[in-house]
């Protein structure tokens, strides 16, 4: 009897052989997971598995990244549930009420990246987007509704109230279309049928975009990043931006398209399981020089997914002359400005010029509204002169040299 | 590239895989292993001694528990791993088990989905034997233990099929997992959940690689537990009864 039985029970024991040997690791025991709950874009990007994953564990090897992709909408909702110590989102409206909720552990988000929400539709464009939206998204959207009605073009959306989900909710309340309370486009009571909703990621929703299987002329709203990540491995080879570039002097203004990563630390207050040194490790990290620059370059320098936005950008109007009589008094004048285009410029930023080599600052001011400063001080001794704030709501911290001067 | 250069290049990048002992395909092919493993073990632990009572036993409810059982058989898995899911969110029921984004998680939701399939059909396999064989069994004095040991030892080739179907599903299964295990790489990702995640970067020809693995895993696994199976057959078919 114990024989026969032991067919199945060999047949399990096999299987359980071929587990052992498939090269499973065991992380030490001593380390602690951080589970940070993401948009999809950060991981279909590439960006997780090139540039965040491996190198934050080298850095910080305390940390086992527990890195969840999924949509904005559920990223949001998981970090409110408590089961997230980070959350990166790019969704500013939920966010917004994320913060106001209590949920962050900081009174602001902390600023990480842009790109921008671009409109792909078919090479011949048959909704004749380009010629009456080009640089238009409101425009371009009433472009599509206008074709959808009369039987010449479908949009897809990803109705999943991901990042882009709602970007595309707000354009169509924009258009002053006629909505459902869902906030989609509304004929009577119901969708159009011109208007099609996917249910899926943004990779997905772009092929079937490209597919079109309700025609072939399908529309959609996506971030760069990810039509770039898929244009070039060869994922999409058909579908054409038909709008971006959005102007300051369109409807909803030039920020409208802009897309902006932010990432939050959860409120320990809220959930006290929260691992909030490692929280903040990361979002050191991803605010870092290092990985700010290593943005710039990714997945090339000439066509990056993602634009870095961490620190302000310092545009100088007049900088320090190369040398200097001993106690001579330097001007330092300019304008800061965050590195997202059409983002408010920080006003009462607290900023001070400092010799790179020394702690005592050699003058100290606030920026105006604008983001305009003026700094003098006496410069005792040559050295590099440098501008450093602190971080300041969405805004990292900032250093950057204004140049060297030599005193005799 | 078109969709054919994608399978062509997939093949050949799936064969250039299994020959360079890839380290990151093996950790995935390992934790899928695992995973098949544990939850196949697990839901035999259960799911026989469930099966055997549903076939055999006389009790209120069993009627019910049958039915219960071979609904089960097609529980979506989205959903098992939603509630599960939810059962093991911080602050949730389950939550002080730390079970969620594991390995151990994964197991508890593909437990789940395979304790239905062993427990239905080993109960149907029981229930396929002659009746005259229990009573018997019972004239010769045999303790209910003894019963249900000679019932698995003659429906021996449906406990197999059960186990064949408890297999297969863990190595197919994506949805449940990939809510508990939140497919993460080197951890909970395996190979069905990998191909979701190549398929959403667009990086087909890598998705078919990793598809092609898992096939072949899958055919090698059943074909061994079919040939043991077979085998049971032929040695049944040749003993005078």
Redesign the interface.
């Known amino acids: 009897?114990r024989t026969?039985?032991g067919?199945?029970g060999?047949?399990?024991m096999?299987?359980?052989a071929?587990?052992?040997g498939?090269?499973?690791?065991e992380?030490p025991p001593a380390r602690e997971?951080l589970?940070v709950q993401s948009t999809?874009s950060v991981?279909?990007?590439?960006l997780l598995?090139r540039l965040i994953?491996p190198e934050f564990e080298r850095r910080h090897p305390r940390w086992n990244l527990?890195?969840?992709?999924v949509g904005s909408g559920e990223a949001i909702a998981n970090a409110r549930?408590?089961?997230a110590d980070v959350l990166i989102a790019h969704s500013p409206k939920a966010e917004k009420a994320f913060v106001a909720d209590g949920f962050s552990a900081e009174r602001t988000g902390r600023t990480v990246m842009w790109n921008d929400f671009v409109i792909v539709g078919p090479p011949d464009d048959p909704a004749g987007v380009r010629r009456l939206g080009r640089h238009d998204a409101v425009g371009a959207m009433r472009a599509i509704a206008a074709a959808g009605a009369a039987g010449r073009a479908h949009f897809v959306s990803r109705g999943d109230e991901s990042g882009t989900n709602v970007k595309e909710l707000d354009l169509w309340a924009l258009a002053g279309m006629r909505r459902t309370s869902d906030g989609e486009p509304a004929r009577g009571s119901r969708r159009p049928a011109w208007y099609r909703k996917a249910g899926l990621?943004m990779?997905?929703t772009l092929?079937l975009t490209e597919q079109c299987p309700f025609g072939r002329d399908c529309y959609t709203i996506t971030d760069r990043g990810t039509l770039q990540?898929?244009a070039g491995?060869?994922?999409?080879r058909r579908l054409a931006i038909v709008m971006d570039g959005q102007t300051a002097d369109a409807k909803g203004g030039a920020g409208l398209m802009l897309n902006v990563y932010d990432v939050y630390a959860i409120n320990p207050a809220k959930?006290p399981?929260t691992k909030i040194a490692g929280a903040r490790a990361f979002m050191q990290f991803l605010t870092s020089r290092r990985f700010q620059q290593a943005l710039e370059r990714y997945p090339s320098r000439e066509r990056p997914g993602f634009f870095p936005a961490a620190a302000p950008r310092v545009r100088l109007t007049s900088r320090p002359p190369a040398s200097l009589a001993p106690g001579q008094s330097v001007t330092v004048a300019g304008r800061v400005e965050s590195t997202v285009p059409a983002a408010a410029a920080p006003a009462g930023l607290p900023l001070a010029l400092v010799r790179s080599d020394a702690g005592t600052p050699l003058a100290r001011a606030r920026t105006a509204a604008g983001g305009a400063f003026r700094l003098t001080g006496r410069v005792e001794r040559s050295g590099e002169l440098v501008l450093s704030a602190p971080r300041f709501g969405q805004l990292s911290a900032l250093r950057v040299s204004v140049g060297r001067v030599s005193v005799p | 590239m078109t969709a054919a250069s994608f399978l062509l290049d997939g093949l050949r990048q799936a064969a250039e895989l299994i020959v360079s002992g890839d380290h990151d395909i093996a950790v995935v092919v390992g934790t899928t292993l695992r995973l098949a493993f544990w939850s196949t073990l697990l839901a035999l632990a259960i799911g026989l001694p469930l099966g055997l009572a549903l076939g055999l036993g006389r009790f209120r409810g069993r009627r019910a528990g049958l039915a219960l059982a071979n609904a089960g058989m097609g529980l979506p898995p989205v959903v098992v791993g939603l509630v599960v899911a939810l059962l093991l969110f911080r602050g949730a029921p389950l939550g002080g088990l730390n079970l969620l984004y594991t390995f151990n998680g994964m197991v508890l939701a593909q437990t789940l989905l395979g304790l239905p399939l062993v427990a239905a059909l080993t109960a149907a396999a029981v229930q396929a034997l002659p009746g005259g064989l229990f009573e018997q069994a019972r004239a010769f004095g045999a303790s209910r233990a003894q019963v249900a040991l000679l019932a698995l030892r003659e429906a021996r080739i449906g406990v197999l099929a059960a186990t064949i179907a408890a297999m297969g599903s863990a190595f197919a299964e994506v949805g449940a997992i990939v809510l508990v295990g939140g497919n993460l790489e080197g951890e909970t990702q395996t190979l069905a959940s990998a191909v979701l995640v190549r398929v959403s970067a667009g990086e087909y020809g890598r998705a078919i690689a990793l598809g092609t693995i898992l096939l072949g895993l899958i055919l090698v696994l059943a074909a061994g537990l079919t040939l043991a199976q077979q085998h049971e057959r032929r040695a049944l078919l040749g003993r005078p009864s």
């Open positions: 009897m026969d039985l067919v199945t060999l047949a399990v096999a299987l359980g071929a587990a052992c498939g090269g499973s690791s992380p997971d589970i999809t991981r279909d990007s590439g598995e994953g527990k890195f969840l992709a549930a408590g089961q990621g990779a997905d092929r990540q898929l491995n060869g994922a999409i959930y399981r």
